[in-house]
């Protein structure tokens, strides 16, 4: 069986799964039925300075695709809203009864370091194993100059991880707003800041839906709606991409994974792709912790399958594979081939490419049946036809063979920096 | 559920014993019990249920349960206007292909037509639930609208339209929408044909076939006149004088007999008569059924008969069939359904004879068959008996040309026994048209739709030509 044991940043937990900063992590009684249920460590919902913060009733807002319930998920939800003693008492109790499980605390003070530095004794002296400054909550926070009003200035990011990690000996994670234009900008300001880690992303700026009848933004407070931090499923290739940036550009610098992890498939992809850990939150708000059983299992499973003993024999093994447009072999060449035996006649096939691509799948009758047929010509290998079609495994996309030696845009003829270049 | 009502206990149970052998009685079951049996067999579906169920559709290019539908309706394009929420868009695409889309919904055998043809069919053998679906829709616009049709501009043209079943009104309405004025001749006192006389009453329970008739007439432009039979009230030669243009949908007026000794006797009776009954019957359980039931045949009219039989309290029902069970006209759906409401069917079995006690009937003698090369059922020689106290004929309906003669003689051409028509539904006279079971072709209701709406077109294009 796999090892799924974990080192991030100094900190240890039995697997790499971790509840992300967020209301499952509001208090003891949920992190000790998340730690019950199998979960290898947690970021406490964000602290903040006293009095604590208020929030508003109807707070989450959720993406219906289908008929298939939180296909993306939003919420206007503000940090913690219990007395920062409850919290660091809860977290004191809790680590000291479950030693082996990370309890990272998740924080937000004011852009001062008097108030950093304010906080950072009472929460180094619950134990805990490491801090998570939230720099990315992009809705109530902002506002008030903190979470993604900072993370959104690198300078910022900086400034405060280079507080943090001068007044505490606890590990720094920052966490990264994705409401940004290059998330390198942010995770290179942490890394210069000394902060021991990223992770990301945080939510994304957001309105969910607007109720037609009211006329206002969803959800609705009172006739009214705000923008609010979207995440869940529907978030995930985008957090890919962002987590694959920092790792091709940071090599070995530890990353959190966290945007609609939802399966042992979700996180392996995050880890294949330099993820350290991941966090999750809407799948446990959309399905409570036992989700955490299939993870740990389905992932220990395809690791024996694969060969893989540890989570570090695949780490980052997809970021070699993560390249540039400019990098990629236009002399490749791949078609669409439709298995007739398993075709159904849906036709999605040709109309896709028909409407609103190459015109290379011909609609036929044969012997009054319909039959659907690509035409090598024209197909382009785009892939649509291969992701519209319902059947699994009816249209593959088949790599041709090739005489042509590997060219990319650099150097093809089509390119006037190329003819530049040869001219000199 | 308690069948039985064994003869000991008529007397209590207040059932009704025509002879000392012969157990035919009403009142077999609980008034409640007969009442939820004949309750909606195939409740609709929930507004969830139809979301998850329309999401299930794949949207098809060509898709082939359009061309399954003989109405030709876009029911890719309905079930998507279910997904988003557009209810009414969703019942006009259904109600402008096919007026009647509340009853097909409910009536039509989906598993031979739209829903056999499913591509979900070739991929999992779970079709989407296109029926059920096109009653979510039909049923919305029904509750929410008098009409969404609006009578055209008058034409000043009259046209005549013989039968008011589906193929009669499918046309009438048409032809109202073109601005025509429509009397419609209807020889049984309510409208509707087999909608309203000839289906099994948990198929189209609290009275829907005459709320959608209602609903259809809201248009405007269409008179019914009732208790008008053609060839005793009136005649074709009158209408075609009197109208600019005539339609005929006629349905199938006679039963076929079974020709054997013995089917005058007491408790022997045609099935559609019975279906016919219950349809009418504002207390189910007030109507007679035998303990014993033996039903001849293997059409829709013999799963109806048998199965309601068996939901009146029957305690021992039999479906015979001459072939086998891939020859039956009702579907293999149809099978199951009377399958699992405790009907028995034997197959490969011709009456031979009927028994007889004191001029009732006490049984039938089948003689086993056998098909031979061509198909036919030919008999084997071999017999069996079955007791029976009631006797159901349901071996097939004919079209019955007697209205149409004048002086012993055809007023139009016919084809295989039925009126012939064209493309256009037009017979051999040039202003008479005609459809639905009185022509030749498969007896459905959403056929009979088809038929009347194509002569409407037609006629239009005739008379405004």
Redesign the interface.
């Known amino acids: 069986m796999a090892d799924l044991s974990t080192v991030f940043a100094g900190i240890r937990s039995p697997n790499p799964f971790w509840l992300a900063s967020a209301p499952p992590t509001d208090k003891a009684y949920n992190v000790v039925r998340a730690f019950e249920a199998g979960w290898g460590g947690v970021v406490w919902k964000t602290l903040g300075e006293d009095p604590p913060i208020v929030n508003v009733s109807s707070r989450y807002g959720a993406i219906s695709y289908?008929?298939v319930r939180v296909a993306g998920f939003n919420n206007i939800e503000l940090i913690t809203d219990r007395p920062l003693q409850v919290n660091l008492d809860e977290i004191r109790r809790v680590k000291r009864e479950w030693p082996d499980r990370a309890v990272v605390v998740s924080l937000m003070v004011p852009c001062t370091e008097e108030a950093w530095k304010a906080i950072l004794k009472p929460v180094e002296d619950t134990g805990c194993d490491g801090i998570e400054l939230n720099f990315g909550c992009p809705h109530g926070m902002s506002e008030r100059n903190m979470g993604a009003a900072v993370g959104q200035v690198p300078e910022y990011v900086e400034m405060v991880a280079a507080w943090c990690k001068q007044h505490s000996r606890m590990p720094v994670i920052v966490k990264l707003t994705p409401n940004i234009t290059n998330i390198l900008a942010p995770a290179r300001a942490a890394k210069a800041g000394r902060a021991d880690a990223v992770s990301l992303i945080n939510t994304v700026t957001s309105i969910t839906g607007v109720d037609l009848d009211r006329m206002s933004p969803e959800p609705v407070v009172d006739g009214q709606g705000t923008h609010g931090g979207y995440c869940g499923p529907a978030v995930k290739p985008i957090a890919l991409h962002m987590v694959g940036d920092i790792a091709r550009d940071m090599p070995g610098y530890p990353i959190s994974g966290i945007g609609g992890i939802a399966s042992w498939r979700d996180a392996a992809e995050f880890i294949a792709l330099g993820a350290g850990t991941v966090q999750v939150c809407t799948a446990a708000m959309h399905h409570g912790f036992r989700i955490v059983e299939d993870m740990i299992d389905g992932l220990s499973n395809w690791m024996d399958a694969k060969g893989y003993r540890t989570l570090d024999d695949f780490r980052g093994a997809a970021v070699k594979n993560y390249v540039h447009w400019g990098d990629l072999n236009l002399n490749f060449k791949t078609l669409a081939r439709i298995d007739q035996d398993l075709c159904?006649?849906?036709?999605?096939c040709?109309?896709a490419c028909e409407d609103t691509s190459h015109q290379a799948i011909a609609?036929r009758r044969v012997d009054g049946k319909?039959r659907y047929e690509v035409i090598d010509a024209e197909c382009v290998g785009c892939n649509l036809c291969a992701h519209v079609c319902?059947?699994d495994g009816c249209i593959s996309m088949v790599p041709q063979p090739s005489s042509l030696p590997r060219l990319v845009w650099g150097q093809h003829p089509n390119n006037p920096m190329r003819v530049r270049e040869a001219a000199e | 559920m308690t069948l039985a009502c064994a003869t000991v206990s008529i007397a209590t149970e207040g059932c009704r014993a025509v002879s000392d052998t012969a157990d035919i009685a009403a009142a077999r079951l609980p008034p409640e019990q007969v009442a939820a049996n004949f309750a909606d067999a195939h409740p609709p579906l929930t507004p969830h249920e139809a979301l998850v169920e329309a999401s299930r559709c794949y949207f098809c290019y060509d898709a082939p349960c359009m061309e399954a539908c003989p109405t030709g309706i876009d029911i890719p394009g309905f079930i998507r206007k279910i997904a988003t929420g557009n209810l009414r868009g969703s019942a006009l695409t259904i109600l402008e292909a096919n007026i009647f889309g509340g009853s097909c919904a409910r009536v039509c055998p989906t598993e031979i037509l739209c829903e056999g043809a499913c591509v979900r069919m070739a991929e999992e053998e779970r079709p989407v639930r296109i029926g059920a679906l096109q009653r979510r829709a039909t049923d919305w616009l029904m509750e929410h609208e008098a009409t969404p049709f609006a009578r055209g501009a008058p034409t000043g043209r009259r046209v005549a339209v013989v039968g008011a079943g589906p193929a009669g009104l499918s046309c009438a309405h048409r032809l109202a929408r073109h601005g025509h004025d429509v009397t419609v001749f209807e020889a049984r006192p309510k409208p509707g044909g087999l909608n309203e006389y000839g289906i099994a009453a948990y198929k189209v329970p609290e009275d829907f076939a005459q709320r959608e008739v209602a609903w259809l007439l809201a248009i405007g432009g269409i008179d019914i006149r009732h208790g008008q039979r053609l060839g005793r009230d009136f005649d074709l030669g009158t209408l075609r004088r009197e109208y600019d243009a005539v339609f005929l949908g006629l349905g199938q007026a006679g039963v076929r007999a079974l020709g054997v000794v013995g089917e005058t006797l007491g408790g022997v009776r045609n099935a559609v008569d019975f279906i016919a009954e219950l349809r009418q019957a504002h207390d189910k359980s007030a109507v007679s059924v035998g303990r014993r039931v033996v039903v001849i045949g293997g059409g829709n009219t013999a799963i109806d008969a048998a199965t309601q039989s068996r939901r009146l309290g029957a305690e021992d029902v039999t479906i015979v069939y001459r072939r086998g069970p891939g020859e039956m006209s009702a579907t293999h759906h149809e099978q199951e359904w009377a399958q699992t409401n405790g009907v028995r069917i034997r197959h490969h079995a011709a009456p031979h004879r009927l028994l007889a006690e004191g001029g009732h009937v006490s049984g039938i003698e089948f003689m086993r068959t056998k098909l031979d090369a061509s198909g036919r059922a030919v008999p084997t020689g071999e017999t069996f008996t079955l007791a029976a106290d009631m006797v159901l004929k349901a071996v097939g309906q004919v079209f019955v040309a007697d209205p149409l003669t004048a002086d012993g003689s055809l007023l139009l051409a016919t084809e295989d026994g039925r009126i012939a028509v064209d493309a256009q539904r037009r017979t051999s006279l040039p202003d008479v048209y005609a459809g639905g079971d009185c022509v030749a072709g498969v007896d459905l209701t959403v056929a009979a739709v088809q038929d009347g709406k194509i002569a409407a077109e037609a006629i239009h294009r005739q008379l405004m030509g």
């Open positions: 289908n008929g159904i006649k849906c036709g999605l040709h109309i609609a319909r319902p059947v």
